[in-house]
């Protein structure tokens, strides 16, 4: 028996360094030429989006415990303070290789495209003018200059807003005065700049566009009249955006979701993003008003927030960006009604490959269908214009019982999913927002239907929100079923949901907060008493949770092989002498975001086979409501493991292998000379033929 402390800090990889990491590698889709041009710029964008939300929430929570004076440390052992200071240095070299991406690699591809993002003094005095114009209509009416003096204080920066610090000269008083302009973020943040010349009209594939900060910048004149602009330097504001509720004390969840929303612009600074040339004194300025340190200040040589790339990818240049997907539908969903064919057979969808149509088919046919008699179903990020929900609307209006929980904390869809709340109580449908204390995660659609041989259930059950957006962007596995038993489990866990049950046991699914996580760690200890004849695969989203981690290990010093699939976080240290030598860690990131979650234990040749919602991380394991549902058709048993499970692990294309210091090493520099990469997802798109 091995003696090593598998408590020790040494063995863990820290959550947020690891976060950083998957940014990382988010930021090297920039650079693959597997992707068409403006696929890559969206790359960019995304990278921009992700690090925002990442200061929003996981920053802000370190300095909220630095603050307090918390000092708890996790499984590595790095302070909260120890954390900030590596999460400082190391992603002030990452936002220093994307300025690169951006300037160096993309900024020329697009020229070479036709795409011109050009700089405002480099204009023809004609360019100028037109820009003047377009200031003077949309621009100029909606700018607020706001003045920082004895007289005026500083004004609130709103999170995520972009801003110009203004240093004016009073040629009356010969004083430096400083004013905040706020760049509205209803301006299109890349300005168009049509064609006039005639030469430009004979090329209308060319497209040129100015950032609006600049434009701006270069018209204040109209908002200081009488007044010497002296410069003006863009800044950026992140704010604390992780809502905290006291649910407890709430008379009314909604509405206290309501006013936590209009609280979260008003958080506390967690970061500052400024121009590299802003002078010290407009640099001292904003740091002593916001109150925040060196550390919070992030310098740049180009454009801030860089999310708003997403603009470039909706041009109409279909050449630039990926071949459109068509998602097939099953055969057993084309020939018949959607009810028979669930009842003859298990039927699995693999999304985005898969259509989602048949998910939004099942609801708004139990909507309309006489024979059925309540839809149940959780929703928890659906989006906008939702057609499921107008679905469970219409099925009310039909006479239905339709009942529906809405979680409404999910993270940053908290405003749709209110709107969605009230539209679906206008409608006269059951709306509960769940379980004091705990999120809402599962995926779950129970339809009852009154048939000749007596009531029946059907259920769809899925690793993915009911969005059909996200539906074409994210990799997810969803299941219709039968099956009483499940159809059993998936009715208590409503009954969980929307009433006061204390169900302990279940038939078929797990549950969390109940018994995932005792079952989980019951799987894997089995496949360790098998020793070297043990398998273990996991897909998921992280991997954090330390005894579900120390369960690993153990497992891989029995012998046990453990192949691990996790897109973004994992704090797990693969390939550690006597700890994790058996355990390989990959995650694959490509043209559609990885979403499925697949828990598999071989348990000598009668394996068990979950999917779900959960993540393996204490948050999804003991703070939130989860269902894992099991595979139990043998048929779809074998195809999951063979044209899902080993397609992943074969990828060279888009798959990075974990190694023990927590970076990545890209499977694509592992291939030999002229042996063809193969990527899963590209396999999966082009028909799933033998891999």
Known sequence: ???????????????????????????NECLSMEHPLLERVKFLAIFSSNMDEFFMVRVSGLKQQVLLGITDRPADGLTPREQLLAIYRSITRLFAEAMD????????????????I???????????????????????????????????????????????????????????????????ATLPRLVPLKPIDPDELLTPTVQKFVWVEEVVAANLDRLFTGMEIRAAFPFRV??????????????????????????????????????????????????????????????????????????????????????????????????????????????????????????????????EDPDVLAIKQTLYRVGSNSPIVRALMRARENGKQVAVLVELKARFDEESNIEWARALENAGVHVVYGLIGLKTHCKLSLVVRRERDGIRRYVHLSTGNYNGSTARMYTD?????????????????????????????????????????????????RETSFGADGYIFVKANSLVDAPI????????????????VIRGICCLRPGLPEVSENIRVISVIGRFLEHSRIYYFQNQGEPDLYLGSADMMPRNIDRRVEVMFPIEDATLREEIRERIMKVYLQDTAKAGELQADGTYLPLSTQVGDGEVLFSSQGWFVNGRSTP
């Open 549 to 564: 981690i120390r369960a690993l290990y153990r497992a891989s010093q029995a012998g046990v092989k453990v192949d691990l």
């Open 1 to 27: 028996m091995s003696t090593i402390n598998l408590h020790s800090p040494s063995l863990y990889i820290n959550r947020e360094l690891s976060q950083v990491e998957f940014n990382r590698r988010v930021l």
């Open 477 to 525: 596995l969803g299941l219709f079923t039968a099956r009483e038993d499940i159809a059993s489990d998936v009715t208590e866990v409503f009954n969980y949901l929307t009433g006061y049950s204390r169900q302990r046991e279940y038939r078929k699914c797990l549950v969390a907060p109940v018994n995932f996580r005792e079952k989980l760690l019951a799987f894997i200890e």
């Open 118 to 184: 050009l700089c405002y003094n480099e204009l023809k005095r004609s360019q100028q003018k037109r820009l003047r114009d377009y200031f003077e209509r949309e621009i100029f009416p909606v700018l607020t200059p706001l003045a920082f003096d004895p007289g005026h204080p500083f004004p609130h920066i709103s999170n995520l807003s972009l801003n110009l610090a203004v240093e004016i000269h009073d040629p009356t008083t010969d004083e430096i005065r400083f004013a905040r302009v706020k760049v509205p």
């Open 238 to 367: 992140t704010r604390n955006t992780d809502m905290e509720i006291q649910e407890e004390e709430a008379d009314d969840l909604l509405l206290t979701m309501e006013e936590n929303l209009r609280q979260r612009h008003f958080g506390s600074v967690v970061r500052l993003e400024i121009a590299e040339e802003t002078p010290e004194a407009i640099r001292n300025i904003l740091m002593t008003n916001l109150q925040i340190s060196q550390y919070d200040v992030y310098t740049t040589n180009g454009p801030l927030g860089l999310s708003s790339l997403w603009q470039l990818h909706r041009l109409e240049l279909p050449e630039l960006k990926d071949t459109p997907l068509f998602a097939a539908t099953p055969q057993t969903l084309r020939a018949e009604n959607i009810f028979a064919a669930i009842q003859k057979q298990d039927i699995l969808l693999h999304h985005p490959y898969d259509s989602f149509l048949p998910v939004i088919e099942f609801i708004e046919t139990a909507a």
């Open 101 to 116: 991406i951006w300037q160096h690699k993309l900024l020329p591809e697009l020229e070479a495209n036709g795409i011109h």
